[in-house]
């Protein structure tokens, strides 16, 4: 890994923490997510992953430490930048615009392909066959082609789970953080979302998965971080991961006080 | 129409102004005690426009409105940080400050012999633009519709945009419409700037309809009043407030039954409605509800 030039990773976090009155949810994490790989993120409860997506998002500032996307610092930039410097979400309770329809949630996220950017009036109050059919083929992407008039609270909840994945893809992302997309689902529709981020990761997305059900997170991902108390006690591939003992111990408790 | 039937509708068109600026400002999830005061600058600048400088009608509506504007744009620019409870109270505080402060404003000019301008608590008279110009009740109250319609064509306009939806999204969820790349500060403050625009042009009206205005007429009763109009009629769609004013002026003013007991009924209707009807009449889900039916047919 330190053979590698800067700036070669996605997302880059560099000694980040987050402090809540004392509470150390991210205790000085330092990772690297590779272009074009699905990550795992996985840990006990309050481990902190939950609030390193949000550090990523920029819902709230680090405490210290950095968060770098191709290379390039995003700390102090607000939320809806983000999203234009190519990082998207879903959250982890389905969070829609459920008043609005399906159409309108993807509307707003929905962002134009780099040099075919409408200028500012046609972007706020124009409409364009252009625009049309990319939400179309996003509704198609989805599983959601005939609903796109339906108001999204009406939504079926795997539908709604869809929409949001749809939505975060309609941004054209570079980098898509899904925090517990599983969390809730059968096995059917478990399946049917590692094919949907397998399609995302052919598409040439990199994909930060956040989850509890290791079933997807096996099935899916390249490479996998685990954390506890906000710190990063193991990375490597799936399998190694799997037998890892410090990871069953995070997960299980330790059988011996001293180990911990 | 009657000399009554006209004062009534006249009234009914300026104060739906202030109930589609309330309204604005109810979509993007915030709720203003203040909008009486834009109403109010929009009232005395046009009015000084005409009266003490002289300047055509047109004109002093634009001033007016566009000093409506500024105003909630500054006050919004400090404000914008603050929700809830916290922005309700920071907006009746600034509407109140102004009121109080009306009352200590002299500035009287010499026009024709005569002194006119804002003479503090004895208010502002003579604003006599419509004797000047023997515009009849019956045109102004055309004016008065014709700028209305104008304004609610607009608003119908932004709700089908994507500005329309990003503004609601702001409304629903501001953290969640933040992550879609929505920059909620600036919708707010670009709602909060176009309801004082919207007021500004109702206080212009109203200035030049009554001839007299006084810093009292710009009292929190009219901001609230605004604000039920949008909550009874509903807040899905721009002809809401329309309806809640439609309701209350059209409606109970007609009744003469209940004539002295209005507010009371008033007063109940709003309490009943916010229980069984808690953003109104035409809310979000009616309205599309009636357009899907639209759709269909």
Redesign the interface.
């Known amino acids: 890994m330190a053979s590698r030039m800067a700036g070669d990773a996605m997302l880059e976090l560099s000694e980040l923490s987050k402090h809540f009155d004392g509470i150390r949810a991210v205790d000085g994490l330092s990772l690297e997510v590779e272009r074009g790989e699905v990550f795992g993120l996985i840990g006990p409860n309050g481990s902190g992953k939950s609030t390193t997506v949000n550090l990523v998002c920029g819902v709230f500032p680090a405490t210290s430490g950095r968060v770098l996307l191709e290379g390039k610092d995003l700390g102090g930039l607000p939320p809806h930048r983000r999203l234009n410097a190519g990082i998207s979400r879903t959250f982890q309770n389905i969070r829609l615009f459920g008043e609005l329809t399906v159409w309108q949630n993807l509307w707003i996220a929905r962002r134009d392909a780099p040099g075919e950017e409408a200028g500012f009036m046609r972007n706020w109050f124009g409409s364009s066959a252009r625009i049309r059919e990319a939400i179309e083929e996003t509704l198609v992407f989805a599983g959601l082609a005939g609903r796109a008039n339906d108001l999204a609270r009406n939504l079926a909840f795997g539908e709604q789970r869809r929409l949001e994945l749809a939505r975060a893809v309609s941004a054209r992302p570079q980098l898509i953080l899904l925090d517990e997309p599983a969390a809730g689902m059968n096995r059917e529709e478990v399946e049917d979302l590692k094919q949907r981020i397998l399609a995302l990761k052919g598409s040439g997305i990199t994909v930060l998965l956040v989850e509890h059900v290791m079933e997807l997170v096996m099935g899916v991902t390249d490479r996998v971080a685990v954390l506890n108390f906000g710190k990063l006690i193991a990375l490597g591939a799936p399998g190694e991961i799997q037998g890892n003992m410090a990871v069953r111990e995070a997960y299980l408790g330790s059988p011996d006080a001293e180990a911990a | 129409m009657s000399e009554y039937a006209i004062s009534v509708a006249s009234n009914m068109g300026m104060i739906a102004f202030v109930a589609l600026s309330a309204y604005v400002i109810l979509v993007v999830g915030e709720i203003s005690f203040g909008q009486q005061a834009y109403f109010g600058i929009g009232a005395y600048m046009s009015g000084a426009a005409t009266a003490m400088w002289g300047w055509p009608f047109g004109l002093a509506l634009a001033v007016g409105s566009l000093s409506a504007a500024a105003a909630a744009f500054a006050i919004g620019a400090l404000t914008i940080r603050l929700r809830g409870l916290y922005f309700a109270i920071s907006t009746l505080c600034f509407a109140e400050m102004l009121r109080l402060w009306l009352n200590s404003v002299h500035v009287r000019v010499e026009v024709d012999g005569e002194m006119v301008g804002p003479d503090g608590a004895e208010g502002f008279g003579d604003i006599r633009w419509i004797f000047e110009n023997d515009v009849t009740p019956l045109e102004f109250m055309f004016i008065i519709y014709g700028l209305l319609g104008a304004v609610l064509a607009f608003l119908l306009l932004?709700e089908r945009?994507?500005?329309g939806?990003?503004l609601?999204?702001v409304g629903?969820?501001p953290?969640?419409?933040?992550?879609?790349?929505?920059?909620?500060s600036a919708c707010k403050l670009l709602a909060v700037m176009f309801a004082g625009l919207i007021a500004g042009l109702g206080g212009g009206l109203y200035a030049h309809f009554a001839t007299y205005i006084e810093p009292n007429v710009f009292n929190v009763m009219l901001g609230v009043h605004g604000l039920a109009y949008g909550l009874i009629g509903g807040l899905g769609t721009a002809l809401g407030p329309i309806i809640g004013v439609v309701l209350d002026i059209g409606f109970l003013e007609g009744i003469r039954a209940i004539q002295g007991y209005r507010m009371i009924v008033f007063g109940g209707l709003v309490a009943i409605l916010l229980i069984v009807m808690p953003r109104g009449i035409l809310d979000?889900?009616r309205v599309?509800r009636i357009k899907?039916w639209m759709?269909r047919t």
């Not at chain 2, 953290?175 to 909620?184: E, N």
């Open positions: 932004v945009s994507r500005l939806a990003a609601r999204m629903q969820d953290l969640l419409a933040r992550s879609q790349g929505i920059d909620a979000e889900t599309y899907r759709r």
